[in-house]
């Protein structure tokens, strides 16, 4: 409850009224339909809903890989609506972990130097054996993406993702594509990044049960929040089950 | 299918430039065939028609003087067809305004007719009228020079006697087609021309009363040419015929036939190199741009398209770029060989222009360069289709990658994560890296072999008119003059050194081979004229034995030390063996040199000189000219500083101008081969690209795992164009070798430079292109899965 109370004051984003249109050309399509929501410093957030409900933009949106169409989104004190390509850029950079459902491994580079592209331009980053060991990968180091498994891959773009040290890890359906055996091992490496270096998370997935490991779960339908509640205890990836 | 060809048009829409890329160099390979090719056909259809409708002779006779009843036995020779005896003599002209000396030729006409052989075409006004002695016609590029019209006159000198004439009409002639005056290498049509006279009038001035000193024949289609030839030096012999010649050693058919002759060279040799990297090229691109639909034709499979289906689809979308481009490339060609053709009928003057497409040239063009876009194509397809759908859908498994024997080195920990990336991606595909790097090469060296020729040309003009001819005025006598004329011409105005010479025409024989050029007496130190091998450095004149350029003594078969059959063509007629004494390089022409008075002693004459080479002051010069005009013995003044402009306007309108086209294709090659290249590394990094714009590298950075790619191959790609260059040089070099000048195998730093700056621009100009495509990167759109 200690821990609550201290996340519950410290938001990392917080939006308003956010917007997402994208402009088909005849059609104009809402991602979203004003989102006010918040995320706070070390929890772990899930993200849930149906395909297409908006929740990928959003995430997109926070992690700077996009811009909203209308409302305010701020990371810490910053306004990320006004922030340009140069800032969004050394934003993504510094302060954002990125996990995708499709790996997006770079295949020439070995689990090793894909984590290390990025320790190389961090500021304070982590070595890139240490991040790879706190996913649990320390004997696959030099190993090619084309020689990891699935799963295998994911936790090394876990370990890429928080190499860095970033304040927030965005996963986008990180265990989309996995087993649910393979998936509970990527989640333990989310869950434990979490804890133990107390990185604020958000997590997105249209699989229910991966709810339960979350501090809070958001609900999205249609481009809008629809449903919010907090778990009184989280459950350990192990024990969920799919 | 309607659906599917939608997707063709829009698909070649959407890969506009990739497309544009695979379509020029289709065009350019097409254009090379078709510029060359018809050129080649126009020129020699325009010489074939026009030597028929004339009745271009086959045999050509010039003797001192016989009487006009000698013509009826040469008119029974067998194998004789036609022959018409005629007086032809070489005049001095005096055009109003133009102040410089004017050197000619007069040739009669018979009296009541128009010639049976060598028949002129009219062009304007008329044939002169029988006998009128004051009138004649005039070839047209002299009359184009001058601006001369019918009714017009000019004043002609003709055996020191001054004519004035009227034109009447103005004509061409199969045998000026090419107007070269003597020891001219390139016509100057203000400087020399040819005129016709009736018969009696022209006999009469020239002292050739009721007598001819020149025979023209066309033969019978079954006779021998050497045969009559003989025949005609029998019946000539006793009136000091020099011996009769055919047309391969008649001056305008000769040069007509080397021009042809280099042309053909061209057109068999340049289109064989750039439709073979053209059909090279288009096989690589093709095969890559349908690989990058490779997640397309799983689609189409899944809807239960057949493979068949899906490959004449293929065929289709390769056949419109091709047909596009091998359209467009025929267009281009055509407009381009019809220009070139013009150019030359500046040269070769020819009543019209018989320009044709020819149906073959066309389909092996369209075959070559389809049948190579087919082939990348039918393997990229192949490829495709061989997948389940399934599996070609999902996005491609991540490569394989191993360590290359680079990363043991100590030096690679230092390497960059990007500059890995980058080493890796080459390492990984050393056939496709070796492929770009082929078609890169090839480009580079198409690019050295157009800049090599400027640079090869401009290099032998130099080395004629710095190190050979070192004189500013080349004076002719109308005989063998004394050798102390020359002494007296060094107290005209301006003169500040003379050198008399010695010019014999001979034939050369050795075994079969024999060729009839001049021989040359000059003085054994001789300041005017360079006499030097292939490192410049000058050859002695040994007081005995001949000295040939390298070609000739290739071309008859002998070295220093053998002896070559020397047959003189001038006075009394005598063969005599001579030792080849040394070869002597020279670009240019094709000549016979030994000391003078070793010529005088071969002529068994005193010491005679047939001419003068002169240094003069520049300011004096009209005056010197007008005092040289005067001179009853001078029969033609020859500049050499206008003859080296003509010679090199000459070869700008001619080879340069193939060359040009040559330069210009090379360059859009060079430009559609980086580019292409750069865009299709593109598409298949476009994922690997957004995960590092995720990973928060800037567009710079990201920039450079393109660039680094780009340039690596780009860096590799030059040298080896310079030697694949440097091998179609030497081949096209080789096959260009002719009687009238032979291009130096010439490499300098350059053309090294050139090829290399060519290549480096498209690089750049690709990436420019490029990076505005890695600026537009939408990272939520690449890195979403498998749609």
Known sequence: MVNERKQDRRAVFRTEG????????????????????????????????????????????????????????????????????????????????????????????????????????????????????????????????????????????????????????????????????????????IESINRGLGTTTALITHNEVIGEMADRVVRMSDGKIVNEHRNDKRRAPAELEW | MRNLHRKLFRDV???????????????????????????????????????????????????KRAPNNVAGRLRDVDGVNHVETRVSASVRIEVQGFGEPVRGRIVSLPE????????????????????????????????????????????????????????????????????????????????????????????????????????????????????????VDEVLAPYGGIGAYGREDQLSHRFL???????????????????????????????????????????????????????AHYALFTGLIVMVGAVVGTALGAWAADGLARLYMEYFRFPEISFRLQAWVMAVAFLVAGGAAFLGAYGAVRSAVSLPPAEAMR???????HRTALERSALWTRVSQPTRIVLRNLSRHPLKAG?????????????????????????????????????????????????????????????????????VPVRLVNGTSEYQTSLLGIDAESRLRGIVDAERRPVPVPPEGILLTTYLADYLGIRPGDSVQVELLEGRRRTLSVPLAGVVEEPIGVSAYMERRAVNRLMR??????????????????????????????????????????????????????????????????????????????????????????????RFEVSWILIGEVALLTFVAIPAGWGIGVGFAYALNQAMALDMYRVPFILTPWTFAFSAAGVLTASVLSVLVMSKRILRIDMVTALKTGE
């Open chain 2, 257 to 311: 036939q080397e021009e042809l002759e280099q042309v053909r060279t061209m057109a068999t040799v340049l289109p064989v190199i750039f439709l073979g990297v053209a059909a090279f090229l288009l096989h690589v691109l093709m095969g890559r741009i349908i690989r990058t639909q490779r997640e397309q034709i799983a689609v189409l499979k899944a809807f239960g398209h057949t493979n068949t289906e899906i490959a």
């Open chain 2, 435 to 503: 492929l770009s790097v082929t078609g890169i090469a090839l480009a580079g060296a198409l690019l050295l072999v157009g800049s090599q020729m400027f640079k090869a040309i401009d290099h032998m003009v130099d080395f004629q008119y710095r190190f050979v001819l070192l004189m500013d005025i080349h004076l002719t006598f109308t005989e063998p003059t004394p050798e102390r004329a020359a002494g007296e011409l060094l107290h005209k105005p301006g003169v500040r050194f003379v050198e008399g010479y010695r010019s």
């Open chain 2, 112 to 231: 009541e007719h128009e010639p049976l052989v060598n028949r002129l075409y009219l062009r304007e006004g008329d044939f002169p009228p029988p006998w009128r002695a004051d009138a004649m016609a005039v070839n047209e590029v002299f009359a184009e020079a001058h601006g001369l019209r019918p009714g017009d006159t000019l004043d002609v000198i003709i055996r020191g006697q001054l004519e004035t004439l009227t034109v009447s009409g103005i004509v061409l002639s199969p045998e000026f087609i090419y107007q070269l005056g003597p020891n001219d290498l390139v016509p100057d049509y203000k400087r020399y021309g040819v005129l016709w006279m009736r018969e009696r009038g022209l006999a009469k001035a020239f002292a050739m009363d009721g007598a001819f000193n020149n025979a023209v024949f066309t033969l019978r289609p079954d006779a021998s040419p050497e045969r009559v030839i003989a025949l």
């Open chain 1, 18 to 189: 956010v917007t997402k249109v994208y402009d088909m050309g005849e059609v104009k399509i809402h991602a979203l339909r004003g989102v006010d929501m918040a995320l706070y410093a070390g929890e772990l957030m899930v993200l849930l809903g149906p395909s297409g409900c908006g929740k990928s933009t959003l995430l997109n949106i926070l992690g700077g890989l996009d811009t909203a169409s209308g409302g305010t989104v701020t990371y810490r004190d910053r306004d990320l609506t006004r922030a340009g390509e140069r800032a969004l850029t050394r934003y993504r950079r510094h302060e954002v972990g990125f996990v995708f459902q499709a790996y997006n491994m770079i295949p020439s580079l070995t689990a090793r130097e894909n984590v290390a592209i990025v320790t190389e331009i961090a500021e304070d980053p982590m070595t890139p054996e240490k991040a790879l060991e706190l996913v649990g990968l320390d004997d696959r180091m030099d190993h090619f993406p084309s020689q990891l498994s699935g799963g295998q891959q994911q936790r090394v773009a876990i370990a890429r993702a928080i190499a860095k040290r970033p304040t927030v890890l965005l996963c986008d359906e990180p265990t989309g594509a996995l087993d649910s055996k393979t998936s509970a091992a990527v989640l333990e490496a």
């Open chain 2, 605 to 698: 004459e005193g010491p005679a000189i047939s001419g003068a080479w002169i240094l003069t002051d520049d300011e004096q010069r009209d005056t010197l000219f007008r005092e040289l005009r005067d001179l009853a013995r001078v029969d033609g003044i020859g500049l050499v500083g206008d003859a080296e402009a003509a010679f090199r306007r000459h070869l700008d309108d001619t080879l340069l101008a193939f060359m040009g086209i040559v330069l210009l294709l090379s360059v859009s090659i060079a430009f559609a081969v980086i580019y292409n290249n750069a865009r299709i590394a593109l598409a298949e990094r476009m994922r690997e690209l957004a995960t590092l714009r995720v990973l928060g590298f800037t």
């Open chain 2, 13 to 63: 829409g959407a890969m506009k430039g990739q497309s544009a890329a695979i379509g020029v160099v289709v065009a350019a390979g097409v254009m090379i065939l078709i510029v060359f090719v018809t050129t080649y056909d126009a020129l020699t259809l325009t010489q074939n028609r026009f030597y028929e409708d004339r009745q271009f002779a086959e045999v050509f006779a010039d003797l």
């Open chain 2, 395 to 401: 996005p491609p498994l991540p490569e394989r990658f």
